[in-house]
């Protein structure tokens, strides 16, 4: 059995040290590892026992044979249940949330869909805000029915409305087990009020005797501009190819929350081996090192590039969250719940789909690509590519259109990327 780790101390003395600063060294011991300063790369499928009896008591915690004890801690097995890596990966992932516990996997898709799996069991419902993202569509409208698992969606925005009146229609239909939520939306930057989901949960808990476990998914803000848990979430969903990754270069996803929330999860994902592998781990320690600096960078250009476009004559709008009318019921759930704009968002191009594949085709320094929060720019159009699951009646429904472009701001010099997207304009 591994003693409680003596390194997961997030305050020096009195004062409570910031995210950035733990991302250097929490989770891990130096003396564990030969005295190297980061974390070396556990590239090993098993794990030697001390003894059986060690052996045995790793095996009854894995499968929830008893409960943990206290300052005990899951010994090494195998990496596809546990690994190193991994696990000082998901200890400095569980800061920026303030989250007590976290699970690491191999996509943001596998962490949305092993999180869902587990919480829900035929004739469920999922009531969720629309739009999301088009692999999240996909699981919701495609998969999860034909594991007799139905959904009812409403629309994204501060108005309560729509989540009212779908949670009265998905309680017609079967017991509300998850109300997922994307915000900011996919692509349209609208706003879910977070409190208002947990507090839906809470009545439903008391009309169903059961309460549905609200997951938000906030990969578009990432884990510096918005913290879901703080408002009520009982967990958080990120695509980590996103910001915390945020190079480009690999592929993970993660779920936090509590460890009684991500009880189940942890199950699931042993048994359908969704585990991010023990390289991807180390890369993405590597990068939530740079995590604030980057996404600071990149909200900083995001600013100075969406306030340019808002002016400019062949852009009908900017779906940017700092041009929100501070007084608007968006504006006001935006200072309540988001720390800042962040650095992706969507325009619309004047001239509809010709005149955005135009522009698009145009850009020099943006990368015509999907995915988002990498240090370089990104252009993409929703309709056609990331979105494209979605019948263009609902697409149009949900503010997805023809017309639109979606952004995501890098790092490079903002002035350079102002005059790419000039030039691209000029040849609209």
């Known amino acids: 059995m591994k003693p409680h780790k003596p390194y997961r101390h997030r305050t020096l003395g009195s004062h409570r040290l910031s995210p950035e600063t733990l991302a250097m060294s929490y989770g891990y011991d130096p003396k564990l590892s030969e005295g190297a300063v980061k974390a ?10 001390d003894s059986t009896q060690a052996g045995k008591e790793f095996f009854e915690l894995a499968y929830g044979l008893r409960e943990r004890k206290a300052g005990e801690d899951p010994g090494l097995i195998y990496s596809r249940i546990n690994n190193p ?8 992932l569980t800061l920026w949330d303030d989250a007590e516990d976290s699970l690491v996997f191999s996509s943001g898709m596998a962490a949305i869909a092993t999180t869902i799996f587990a919480h829900v069991r035929p004739g469920d419902v999922v009531v969720h805000s629309e739009p999301v993202y088009g692999g999240s569509e996909f699981l919701l409208a495609h998969i999860l029915p034909q594991f007799g698992v139905s959904r009812v969606g409403f629309a994204a925005g501060a108005d309560p409305k729509p989540l009212a009146d779908a949670i009265e229609t998905a309680k ?3 017991r509300v087990s998850v109300i997922y939520v994307e915000t900011p939306a996919n692509p349209t930057n609208d706003l879910v009020d977070i409190a ?6 809470k009545g439903l808990h008391a009309a169903q005797n059961f309460r549905p476990v609200v ?8 884990p510096l501009w918005q913290h879901p848990l703080s408002h009520g979430a009982d967990l958080v969903l990120y695509s980590l190819t996103k910001y915390v990754g945020g190079h480009s270069d690999v592929i993970a996803g993660c779920a936090l929350g509590s460890q009684a929330a991500l009880a189940a999860v942890r199950g699931f994902r042993t048994i359908l081996g969704t585990m991010c592998d023990p390289h991807t781990g180390w890369l993405l320690m590597r990068s939530l090192e740079t995590l604030k600096l980057r996404m600071t960078e990149a909200a900083t250009n995001a600013k100075k590039i969406a306030d340019f476009l808002v002016t400019h004559p062949k852009i009908d709008a900017v779906h940017y969250l700092g041009h929100l009318p501070p007084r608007s019921p968006a504006g006001r759930l935006f200072a309540k719940q988001c720390l800042s704009p962040g650095s992706t968002f969507s325009i619309d191009v004047k001239g509809g789909e010709a ?8 850009l020099k320094l943006m990368k015509l690509a999907v995915s988002l929060g990498g240090t370089e720019s990104l252009a993409e159009h929703p309709a056609s590519m990331t979105h494209s699951d979605i019948p ?4 149009q429904r949900l503010g997805i259109t023809p017309s639109m472009v979606r952004l995501s ?3 490079e010099n903002a002035d350079d990327l102002i005059v790419d997207l000039t030039q691209a304009l000029n040849a609209v």
């Open 392 to 395: 263009p009646d609902a697409q």
């Open 40 to 49: 070396p790369l556990f590239m090993t499928s098993t794990f030697v026992f």
């Open 172 to 174: 017609k239909i079967g």
């Open 409 to 411: 701001i890098g790092i």
């Open 355 to 362: 005149a955005a594949f135009r522009f698009l085709d145009s």
């Open 85 to 92: 890596d991994l696990e000082i990966l998901e200890d400095r």
């Open 215 to 222: 997951m938000v998914d906030n990969t578009f803000l990432g």
């Open 196 to 201: 208002a989901c947990a507090a839906a949960a």
